[in-house]
Protein backbone atom coordinates (compact mmCIF):
# COMPACT_ATOMS: atom_id res chain seq x y z
CA UNK A 1 0.00 0.00 0.00
CA UNK A 2 1.57 3.40 -0.91
CA UNK A 3 1.95 5.62 1.75
CA UNK A 4 3.09 9.09 0.31
CA UNK A 5 2.93 11.93 2.37
CA UNK A 6 0.30 10.13 4.66
CA UNK A 7 0.05 7.86 7.70
CA UNK A 8 -1.31 4.21 6.84
CA UNK A 9 -4.13 2.94 7.65
CA UNK A 10 -4.79 0.51 10.21
CA UNK A 11 -8.02 0.16 10.39
CA UNK A 12 -11.71 1.16 8.72
CA UNK A 13 -14.53 2.01 10.21
CA UNK A 14 -17.63 0.30 8.39
CA UNK A 15 -21.23 3.11 8.60
CA UNK A 16 -22.72 -0.01 8.95
CA UNK A 17 -26.69 -0.10 7.36
CA UNK A 18 -28.14 2.38 9.43
CA UNK A 19 -27.08 5.15 12.01
CA UNK A 20 -30.24 5.28 13.66
CA UNK A 21 -29.66 3.84 16.77
CA UNK A 22 -33.26 2.66 17.56
CA UNK A 23 -33.14 0.13 14.85
CA UNK A 24 -30.08 -1.29 15.63
CA UNK A 25 -31.16 -3.67 17.87
CA UNK A 26 -34.31 -4.80 15.59
CA UNK A 27 -31.68 -5.18 12.59
CA UNK A 28 -29.26 -7.55 15.12
CA UNK A 29 -32.87 -9.88 16.11
CA UNK A 30 -33.82 -10.32 12.83
CA UNK A 31 -30.47 -10.83 10.94
CA UNK A 32 -29.59 -13.02 14.66
CA UNK A 33 -32.39 -15.18 13.56
CA UNK A 34 -31.72 -15.42 9.86
CA UNK A 35 -28.19 -16.65 10.59
CA UNK A 36 -29.46 -18.91 12.84
CA UNK A 37 -31.73 -20.39 10.19
CA UNK A 38 -28.95 -20.37 7.45
CA UNK A 39 -26.43 -22.25 9.43
CA UNK A 40 -28.75 -25.26 10.81
CA UNK A 41 -30.22 -25.26 7.42
CA UNK A 42 -27.11 -25.57 5.30
CA UNK A 43 -25.24 -27.73 7.94
CA UNK A 44 -28.35 -30.09 8.59
CA UNK A 45 -28.35 -30.48 3.99
CA UNK A 46 -24.61 -31.36 4.68
CA UNK A 47 -24.79 -33.91 7.65
CA UNK A 48 -28.28 -35.62 6.21
CA UNK A 49 -26.00 -35.84 2.44
CA UNK A 50 -23.14 -37.81 4.38
CA UNK A 51 -25.63 -39.99 6.36
CA UNK A 52 -27.66 -40.40 3.51
CA UNK A 53 -26.40 -43.65 1.22
CA UNK A 54 -28.88 -42.61 -0.87
CA UNK A 55 -28.33 -39.20 -1.47
CA UNK A 56 -24.37 -40.26 -2.75
CA UNK A 57 -25.11 -38.97 -5.92
CA UNK A 58 -23.34 -36.45 -8.36
CA UNK A 59 -26.45 -34.17 -8.18
CA UNK A 60 -26.14 -34.55 -4.08
CA UNK A 61 -22.18 -34.09 -3.79
CA UNK A 62 -22.51 -30.96 -5.87
CA UNK A 63 -25.44 -29.30 -3.33
CA UNK A 64 -23.41 -30.79 -0.38
CA UNK A 65 -20.79 -28.12 -1.40
CA UNK A 66 -23.27 -25.79 -2.41
CA UNK A 67 -24.57 -25.69 1.50
CA UNK A 68 -20.99 -25.55 2.47
CA UNK A 69 -20.34 -22.49 0.46
CA UNK A 70 -23.25 -20.88 1.66
CA UNK A 71 -22.75 -21.76 5.18
CA UNK A 72 -19.34 -20.50 4.89
CA UNK A 73 -20.52 -17.37 2.72
CA UNK A 74 -22.82 -15.84 5.22
CA UNK A 75 -20.07 -16.41 8.13
CA UNK A 76 -17.76 -14.77 6.82
CA UNK A 77 -19.92 -11.73 6.81
CA UNK A 78 -22.85 -11.85 9.06
CA UNK A 79 -21.05 -12.79 12.83
CA UNK A 80 -18.78 -9.47 12.48
CA UNK A 81 -22.17 -7.60 11.43
CA UNK A 82 -23.92 -8.87 14.59
CA UNK A 83 -21.49 -7.91 16.74
CA UNK A 84 -20.89 -4.30 15.06
CA UNK A 85 -24.81 -3.93 15.77
CA UNK A 86 -24.05 -3.86 19.40
CA UNK A 87 -20.97 -1.93 19.14
CA UNK A 88 -20.63 2.22 18.99
CA UNK A 89 -17.78 1.98 17.00
CA UNK A 90 -17.71 -0.27 13.74
CA UNK A 91 -14.22 -1.21 13.49
CA UNK A 92 -12.10 -4.09 11.49
CA UNK A 93 -8.24 -3.93 11.33
CA UNK A 94 -6.62 -4.18 8.22
CA UNK A 95 -6.02 -7.10 7.63
CA UNK A 96 -9.02 -8.38 9.16
CA UNK A 97 -10.81 -6.43 6.20
CA UNK A 98 -8.18 -8.02 3.59
CA UNK A 99 -9.28 -11.89 4.99
CA UNK A 100 -12.87 -10.64 4.70
CA UNK A 101 -13.17 -9.44 1.09
CA UNK A 102 -10.76 -12.44 -0.11
CA UNK A 103 -13.17 -15.04 1.59
CA UNK A 104 -16.41 -13.02 0.04
CA UNK A 105 -15.03 -12.93 -3.73
CA UNK A 106 -13.97 -16.57 -3.06
CA UNK A 107 -17.00 -17.60 -1.85
CA UNK A 108 -19.32 -15.48 -4.87
CA UNK A 109 -17.48 -17.25 -7.31
CA UNK A 110 -16.88 -21.03 -6.34
CA UNK A 111 -21.25 -20.50 -5.91
CA UNK A 112 -20.85 -19.02 -9.61
CA UNK A 113 -19.40 -21.87 -10.93
CA UNK A 114 -21.06 -24.63 -8.76
CA UNK A 115 -24.39 -23.49 -9.31
CA UNK A 116 -22.93 -23.95 -13.69
CA UNK A 117 -21.46 -27.27 -13.02
CA UNK A 118 -25.29 -28.27 -11.06
CA UNK A 119 -26.60 -27.09 -14.52
CA UNK A 120 -24.20 -29.47 -16.72
CA UNK A 121 -24.96 -32.16 -14.27
CA UNK A 122 -29.12 -31.67 -14.71
CA UNK A 123 -28.12 -31.58 -18.50
CA UNK A 124 -26.36 -35.11 -18.63
CA UNK A 125 -28.83 -36.37 -15.91
CA UNK A 126 -31.94 -35.62 -18.52
CA UNK A 127 -30.58 -35.60 -21.91
CA UNK A 128 -28.30 -38.88 -21.72
CA UNK A 129 -29.87 -40.72 -18.32
CA UNK A 130 -28.46 -44.11 -19.34
CA UNK A 131 -24.99 -42.60 -19.73
CA UNK A 132 -25.55 -40.43 -16.46
CA UNK A 133 -22.87 -42.67 -14.36
CA UNK A 134 -20.33 -43.37 -16.70
CA UNK A 135 -20.06 -39.16 -18.20
CA UNK A 136 -20.42 -37.80 -14.21
CA UNK A 137 -18.18 -40.24 -12.11
CA UNK A 138 -17.59 -39.58 -8.62
CA UNK A 139 -13.78 -38.60 -9.63
CA UNK A 140 -14.47 -36.04 -11.92
CA UNK A 141 -17.39 -34.60 -9.54
CA UNK A 142 -14.79 -34.54 -7.31
CA UNK A 143 -12.12 -32.83 -9.44
CA UNK A 144 -14.82 -30.20 -10.64
CA UNK A 145 -15.66 -29.09 -7.67
CA UNK A 146 -11.85 -28.72 -6.52
CA UNK A 147 -11.33 -26.53 -9.42
CA UNK A 148 -14.04 -24.57 -8.70
CA UNK A 149 -12.33 -23.57 -4.88
CA UNK A 150 -9.14 -23.31 -6.54
CA UNK A 151 -10.09 -20.87 -9.28
CA UNK A 152 -12.17 -19.14 -6.57
CA UNK A 153 -9.23 -18.91 -4.15
CA UNK A 154 -7.30 -17.58 -6.90
CA UNK A 155 -9.86 -14.52 -7.86
CA UNK A 156 -9.96 -13.66 -4.27
CA UNK A 157 -6.57 -13.09 -3.87
CA UNK A 158 -5.58 -11.40 -7.10
CA UNK A 159 -8.85 -8.87 -6.51
CA UNK A 160 -7.60 -9.06 -2.99
CA UNK A 161 -4.37 -7.75 -3.35
CA UNK A 162 -5.20 -5.13 -6.06
CA UNK A 163 -7.69 -3.55 -3.20
CA UNK A 164 -5.09 -3.50 -0.56
CA UNK A 165 -1.94 -2.07 -2.70
CA UNK A 166 -4.18 1.15 -3.20
CA UNK A 167 -3.52 4.07 -1.07
CA UNK A 168 -6.28 4.70 1.66
CA UNK A 169 -5.34 8.33 3.11
CA UNK A 170 -7.76 10.91 3.29
CA UNK A 171 -10.47 8.45 5.18
CA UNK A 172 -11.33 4.98 6.48
CA UNK A 173 -14.78 5.24 7.03
CA UNK A 174 -16.09 2.56 4.68
CA UNK A 175 -19.62 2.62 3.45
CA UNK A 176 -20.87 -0.67 3.94
CA UNK A 177 -21.65 -3.21 7.02
CA UNK A 178 -18.96 -5.51 5.56
CA UNK A 179 -15.66 -4.78 3.51
CA UNK A 180 -16.45 -5.68 -0.18
CA UNK A 181 -14.62 -4.46 -2.95
CA UNK A 182 -16.49 -1.60 -4.39
CA UNK A 183 -16.69 0.52 -1.24
CA UNK A 184 -13.18 0.24 -0.81
CA UNK A 185 -12.03 0.83 -4.15
CA UNK A 186 -14.46 4.20 -3.66
CA UNK A 187 -12.68 5.07 -1.10
CA UNK A 188 -9.02 4.85 -2.41
CA UNK A 189 -7.24 8.11 -2.94
CA UNK A 190 -4.90 7.00 -5.60
CA UNK A 191 -5.25 5.83 -9.27
CA UNK A 192 -7.94 3.28 -9.41
CA UNK A 193 -8.65 3.05 -13.08
CA UNK A 194 -6.63 -0.25 -13.68
CA UNK A 195 -8.41 -1.88 -9.97
CA UNK A 196 -11.70 -0.89 -11.51
CA UNK A 197 -11.02 -1.80 -15.25
CA UNK A 198 -9.87 -5.30 -13.54
CA UNK A 199 -13.01 -5.60 -11.45
CA UNK A 200 -15.45 -5.17 -14.22
CA UNK A 201 -13.45 -7.70 -16.31
CA UNK A 202 -13.01 -10.11 -13.89
CA UNK A 203 -16.45 -9.96 -12.57
CA UNK A 204 -18.01 -9.53 -16.26
CA UNK A 205 -15.77 -12.32 -17.28
CA UNK A 206 -17.30 -14.93 -14.47
CA UNK A 207 -20.59 -14.07 -14.21
CA UNK A 208 -21.07 -14.23 -18.03
CA UNK A 209 -18.94 -17.49 -18.73
CA UNK A 210 -20.79 -19.42 -15.85
CA UNK A 211 -24.14 -18.26 -17.07
CA UNK A 212 -23.40 -19.25 -20.53
CA UNK A 213 -22.78 -22.68 -19.34
CA UNK A 214 -26.40 -22.79 -17.50
CA UNK A 215 -27.91 -21.23 -20.31
CA UNK A 216 -26.53 -24.21 -22.55
CA UNK A 217 -27.32 -26.74 -20.28
CA UNK A 218 -30.83 -25.39 -20.20
CA UNK A 219 -31.34 -24.90 -23.93
CA UNK A 220 -30.73 -28.67 -24.25
CA UNK A 221 -32.63 -29.63 -21.40
CA UNK A 222 -35.67 -27.69 -22.52
CA UNK A 223 -35.33 -29.54 -26.01
CA UNK A 224 -35.45 -32.93 -24.63
CA UNK A 225 -38.16 -32.40 -21.90
CA UNK A 226 -40.60 -31.16 -25.42
CA UNK A 227 -39.64 -34.31 -26.86
CA UNK A 228 -41.10 -36.27 -23.91
CA UNK A 229 -44.69 -37.23 -25.19
CA UNK A 230 -46.36 -37.74 -22.00
CA UNK A 231 -47.63 -34.91 -19.72
CA UNK A 232 -46.22 -36.76 -16.61
CA UNK A 233 -43.04 -37.50 -17.91
CA UNK A 234 -42.34 -33.39 -18.59
CA UNK A 235 -43.15 -32.47 -15.56
CA UNK A 236 -41.06 -35.52 -13.85
CA UNK A 237 -38.02 -34.31 -16.03
CA UNK A 238 -38.34 -30.23 -15.23
CA UNK A 239 -39.28 -30.76 -11.77
CA UNK A 240 -35.67 -31.88 -10.82
CA UNK A 241 -34.72 -28.40 -12.24
CA UNK A 242 -37.13 -26.35 -10.85
CA UNK A 243 -35.09 -25.77 -7.29
CA UNK A 244 -31.71 -25.30 -9.29
CA UNK A 245 -33.37 -23.16 -11.44
CA UNK A 246 -34.91 -21.08 -8.88
CA UNK A 247 -31.09 -20.86 -6.97
CA UNK A 248 -29.72 -19.50 -10.15
CA UNK A 249 -32.49 -16.71 -10.67
CA UNK A 250 -32.08 -15.66 -7.31
CA UNK A 251 -28.33 -15.45 -6.66
CA UNK A 252 -27.46 -14.28 -10.52
CA UNK A 253 -29.92 -11.62 -10.63
CA UNK A 254 -28.45 -10.10 -7.07
CA UNK A 255 -24.71 -10.10 -9.10
CA UNK A 256 -25.71 -9.04 -11.74
CA UNK A 257 -27.26 -6.03 -10.16
CA UNK A 258 -24.19 -5.43 -7.95
CA UNK A 259 -21.35 -6.06 -10.09
CA UNK A 260 -23.04 -5.22 -13.66
CA UNK A 261 -24.55 -1.89 -13.35
CA UNK A 262 -23.42 1.20 -15.07
CA UNK A 263 -21.22 3.16 -13.45
CA UNK A 264 -23.64 6.24 -13.22
CA UNK A 265 -26.27 4.14 -11.95
CA UNK A 266 -23.91 2.87 -9.15
CA UNK A 267 -24.92 3.94 -5.63
CA UNK A 268 -23.29 2.00 -2.81
CA UNK A 269 -26.52 2.64 -0.54
CA UNK A 270 -28.27 0.19 -2.97
CA UNK A 271 -25.72 -1.96 -3.13
CA UNK A 272 -25.51 -2.12 0.73
CA UNK A 273 -29.33 -2.96 0.79
CA UNK A 274 -28.57 -5.65 -2.31
CA UNK A 275 -25.83 -7.10 -0.39
CA UNK A 276 -27.94 -8.22 2.72
CA UNK A 277 -30.31 -10.37 0.53
CA UNK A 278 -27.08 -11.50 -1.11
CA UNK A 279 -25.02 -12.26 1.93
CA UNK A 280 -26.97 -12.50 4.19
CA UNK A 281 -31.00 -14.17 2.95
CA UNK A 282 -29.58 -16.38 0.09
CA UNK A 283 -27.75 -18.98 1.84
CA UNK A 284 -31.06 -19.00 4.26
CA UNK A 285 -32.92 -19.65 1.27
CA UNK A 286 -31.13 -22.61 -0.32
CA UNK A 287 -31.32 -24.94 1.69
CA UNK A 288 -35.25 -24.63 1.90
CA UNK A 289 -35.34 -24.26 -1.65
CA UNK A 290 -33.57 -28.02 -2.00
CA UNK A 291 -35.55 -29.15 0.81
CA UNK A 292 -38.97 -28.33 0.67
CA UNK A 293 -39.35 -29.32 -3.28
CA UNK A 294 -36.87 -32.18 -2.99
CA UNK A 295 -39.01 -35.18 -2.52
CA UNK A 296 -35.56 -37.25 -1.98
CA UNK A 297 -34.21 -35.38 0.66
CA UNK A 298 -37.75 -35.50 1.96
CA UNK A 299 -37.57 -39.40 1.95
CA UNK A 300 -33.75 -39.38 3.58
CA UNK A 301 -35.14 -36.86 6.13
CA UNK A 302 -38.16 -39.32 6.78
CA UNK A 303 -35.82 -42.10 7.15
CA UNK A 304 -33.91 -40.77 9.63
CA UNK A 305 -36.48 -39.83 11.64
CA UNK A 306 -37.79 -43.49 11.44
CA UNK A 307 -34.55 -44.47 12.80
CA UNK A 308 -34.28 -42.27 15.37
CA UNK A 309 -37.88 -42.76 16.86
CA UNK A 310 -37.40 -47.02 16.70
Do not use: W
Not at 49 to 63: A, E, G, R, V
Not at 65 to 75: G, M, N, Q, Y
Not at 200 to 211: M, R
Request: charge should be neutral; aromatic fraction near 12%; glycine fraction near 4%.
Amino acid sequence: MAKGNHSAVTEFILLGLTDNPDLQAILFSVFLVIYLISVLGNLGLIVLIQISPQLHTPMYIFLNHLAFIDFSFTSSVTPNTLVNFLCEVKSITFYACATQVCCFITFVVCELYLLSIMAYDRYVAICNPLLYVVLMPRKLCTQLVASTYVYGFIVGLVQTVMTFRLSFCDSNMVNHFYCDDVPLVALACSDTQVKELMLLIIAGFNTLFSLLIVLISYGFIVLTILRIHSAEGRQKAFSTCVSHLTSITIFYGTVSFMYLQPKSSHSLNTDKFASVFYVVVIPMLNPLIYSLRNQEVKNALKGIKEKLCL
